[in-house]
């Protein structure tokens, strides 16, 4: 009986291990490559931007977008990043769904996506110049933040997996800042917050 036990638990829990949501993600990660791209890289003073045939043009627009923010970023934050910083472009939204970039699915609604610990930028076009130089330098703007955090944790191979959370309204909310600034639209929502008194605090702040 009790080596029924043991083995009826054995398999449950080696079931549980491959429900578990490493073992999806891992399982995730077999995308379905519908095309087969030629790649090119197009290199800047501070970016190696990889793009496909037919992106050239695409792929200068986001070297001159990046390029500024890149200046305005090392100004404001009296910071130089010592890498040239990979960018990895798609021209529309569907072909930026198949990336392997990263592990795991995702979802409809990500946008674009920097990696902290390979200190790159995985960015696609979507519906206009405007809202793609946005995310770009919203995305870069992750990129010195997880500098200025992380520092030289990021040069251990030994540390890449064991960095500290940030908090995410910190990540999001100073990316966010440091791409557009103190907005009208934000302005907005905290004096609402303040006035109608539903201001969360910062202990129970949670999400984007």
Known sequence: MKRFLAVTVTSILLAAGFASPGHAQTFGRNK?????????VLSTPHFDIHYYTGAEAFATRAGLVLEDAYDRYSVSLKVVLPWKVPIILYSNHADFLETNVGGGQLSEGVQAFAEPSRRRIVLPFTSSFKEFEHTAIHELAHVFTFHVVYNRMLDNVFTRNYLFAMPLWVAEGLAEYLAVGWD????????????????????????F
């Open 32 to 40: 379905i490559q519908y095309h087969n791209y030629e790649w090119h």
């Open 184 to 207: 009208p639209d934000s302005d907005m929502f905290i004096r609402d917050a303040v006035i109608e008194d539903y201001l969360v605090p910062f202990y129970a702040v949670g999400g």
